[in-house]
């Protein structure tokens, strides 16, 4: 028999949940994607391979079909989260809300202005975890989607504050908050990455990897794997790699 307690809870929650489903709760608060960007920025990554990143993330953001991709998903929030060593803070842009391209061209400059804090080994799952924490704050989506990018496989390694969160389990998390992780490998280290971000990363409808061997093609990468997860029918229809 369902004690009182926790009857009353599943009441709430399914009150809550439904009163999120109308329509009228959905027009007001629930963007139609909620996109983080999770970057490496561990200390494989020289300093002119992380200015390159951050240069491509807003030339993608200024792409005319990029843009354009953004217009026709409805309504697109997009924040940026630079990842490291697990012992060293995260750094992370605000989030904008791309209803124009002005808004687009503040959030690239957001990012081309950000000052490098992060370095150290390579926190795969302190990084995704902590794109997860951006998409909690960024509130009711109707899709949420983590575009993450690194060069090497992720490095466990003790915390300050505690363990570091095992990949399995950021995974995890994200399966049940129903995310999707999209990659994009650099192998120019390890041929074997994109394999690893295939088996140990991706989640979610639709969920792929592109793998590029040099950070040359970076860039174009980079554009081509926001239009295909940006617009629904191009993911739903593309589906895993």
Do not use: H
């Not at 009857?7 to 949940?17: D, E, Q």
């Amino acid at each position: 028999m369902i004690g009182v307690g926790r009857y009353a809870g599943f009441l709430f929650r399914t009150i809550f949940c439904l009163a999120l489903l109308s329509p009228g709760a959905q027009s007001q608060s629930c963007v139609d994607l909620a996109l983080v960007l999770a970057v490496d920025g561990s200390s494989s990554i020289d300093a002119a391979e992380y200015r390159f990143q951050q240069q491509a993330i807003s030339a993608s953001l200024r792409d005319p079909e990029v843009l354009d991709v953004m217009a026709s998903a409805g309504t697109v929030a997009i924040a940026v989260v630079f990842w490291g060593d697990p012992n060293r803070p995260i750094q992370e842009s605000e989030t904008v809300v791309i209803d124009d391209p002005a808004d687009a061209e503040r959030l690239a400059g957001i990012v081309e202005g950000l000052p490098r804090q992060v370095l150290g080994n390579t926190g795969l799952s302190t990084g995704l975890a902590a794109a997860l924490d951006k998409l909690e704050t960024m509130g009711c989506a109707r899709r949420s989607v983590i575009n993450v990018s690194g060069d090497g496989k992720g490095t466990i390694l003790s915390r300050q504050k505690g363990p570091s969160p095992r990949l399995e389990e950021v995974r995890a998390r994200a399966d049940t908050a129903g995310v999707t992780i999209n990659a994009l490998a650099v192998s120019n280290e390890e041929p074997d990455l994109g394999a690893y971000y295939e088996q140990k990363v991706i989640t979610g409808p639709g969920a792929f990897v592109m793998d590029i061997k040099t950070y040359d093609d970076y860039a174009l990468a980079l554009r081509r794997k926001l239009i295909r997860e940006i617009a629904p029918m191009v993911v739903s229809r593309l589906g895993a790699r």
